[in-house]
């Protein structure tokens, strides 16, 4: 045979296994792609209608379905976007959705939720743009609220991933009362100086997994909110903002425990914490049991490690009250990095209830605090600069193992 019906012969056997590749993924997968809906894809026109009418074809598709927003700027929201569905559904998002800027667009309280979907996927690589800095300048005044920018409740067996979150008015992503959640690969960004914009928050659920993130932004990084069960936390990179923190518990009655954390493989880095547990000091009674911190490379944080169970942002919190949050079995292993401040280590438990079985092993901790004054100084004085310090009060027994430092709860 010649090189052209070799080449020929190739070809048509190609045409052959992509047709019998193609057809059935074709047919098993059903594409609703907004634009062929209606959407706009010049960032200022309102698509919501189209992604609205998308979203009910593919809920109700017989297949499994994709709602695609490809590539482009679209303008958005709010909305809603409700199970169940019949089959697994895909939320595709190749552009960029905008977030409406005008305070009146928001009759709901977030931006882009989803909601009693199981088997719910979101991918792809675009972005969600919340326009934080409309109302930024806003969040300090008591009693204002803005719209979260993703939020997925009442959600089972679900997974996000690829998108990134951007400036968003508030929180970025907001995980209420799901169960086996898998969020990863994703980017969260905001400036540090913009206020309330925490990147995750997680509770009233079961089973979430967060890996393999990027998280910058104004406040926590991540935070673990009441009444949670099996969070694991690894691989995600954080900072700036105000690190990975569990609570603030205990202010309201419905809050319940928070068991099985596992925070692990994590870099956390120019942040005012790195692994906070925060307890209202005037609070309702629950348990916070088997936490484990492991693997953390701390850079340039404040307070790299804490529990503070004395919260009491408005300070009138009374005198007497001791926080009623119980903390048992946290394990604090292989932490190591620098401390903005000399105390290093800061475990402030409850005196009515103080921390139980709590386990710190291989902790190296410097504090870099005084950068200007080392670096005008001789080589020499390395070796007396500043010891960090820890704190350790109502801490029942702890068990210390391998190398501490600074020493803490000797
Ligand atoms: C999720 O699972 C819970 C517990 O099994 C169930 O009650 C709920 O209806 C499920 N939700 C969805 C949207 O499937
Ligand atoms: C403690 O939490 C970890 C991480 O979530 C989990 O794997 C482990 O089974 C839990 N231990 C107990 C005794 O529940």
Redesign the pocket.
């Known amino acids: 045979m010649g090189v052209i019906s070799d080449l020929l012969f190739v070809v048509s056997h190609l045409f052959v296994l992509f047709a019998f590749v193609n057809v059935p993924i074709a047919s098993a997968q059903s594409i609703f792609n907004v634009k062929r809906y209606g959407a706009l894809s010049d960032g200022k026109t309102d698509s919501i209608q189209a992604f609205e009418d998308a979203w009910k074809d593919a809920c109700e598709s017989e297949e499994p379905s994709t709602v695609l927003v490809p590539e482009g700027e679209f303008l958005a929201g709010p909305y809603e976007f409700k199970g169940p569905c019949k089959r697994r559904i895909t939320f595709q998002v190749d552009g960029t959705v905008i977030a409406p800027t005008s305070p009146n667009a928001f009759t709901r309280k977030n931006w882009i939720m989803f909601s009693y979907i199981d088997e719910f996927k979101m991918s792809g690589h675009g972005i969600f743009d919340g326009m934080g800095k409309s109302t930024w300048g806003h969040n300090d005044r008591s009693g204002m609220t803005f719209p979260t920018s993703l939020q997925f409740s009442f959600m089972n067996n679900s997974i996000v991933e690829g998108i990134t979150s951007k400036n968003s008015k508030m929180f970025h992503i907001m995980i209420l009362a799901c169960i086996d959640m898998k969020v990863r690969r994703l980017k969260i960004i905001a400036p540090e100086d913009s206020p309330n914009t925490d990147g995750i928050h997680i509770a009233l659920s079961t089973n979430v997994e967060v890996t393999q993130t990027q998280i910058g932004t104004g406040d926590d990084c991540i935070s673990i909110g009441p009444t949670n069960n ?1 969070i ?1 936390i690894t691989d995600v990179e954080c900072g700036p903002g105000h690190g990975i923190s569990v609570g603030s518990l205990g202010k309201y009655s419905s809050d319940k425990d928070v068991s ?3 925070v692990k493989d994590c870099k956390i880095t120019k942040t005012t914490n790195g692994v906070r547990i925060k307890t209202w000091e005037h609070s309702f009674p629950m348990t916070c049991r ?1 936490f ?1 911190f492991e693997n953390i490379k701390m850079v340039d944080v404040s307070n790299p490690i804490i529990i503070d169970q004395h919260y009491c942002p408005t300070h009138n919190c009374g005198q007497q009250t001791n926080s009623k949050v119980k903390i048992i079995d946290m394990k604090f292993k292989n932490i190591e990095g620098t401390s903005e401040t000399p105390l290093a280590i800061n475990l402030k438990c409850s005196e009515t209830e103080p921390c139980a079985d709590v386990h710190l092993s291989n902790i190296n901790l410097r504090y870099t605090g005084a950068n200007l004054f080392k670096l005008s100084s001789e080589a020499e004085s390395e070796s007396e600069s500043e010891t960090p310090q820890s704190a350790c009060i109502n801490v029942l027994s702890p068990i210390i193992s391998d190398n501490v430092f600074p020493k803490a709860c000797f």
């Open positions: 099996g694991t099985n954390v596992l088997n484990t």
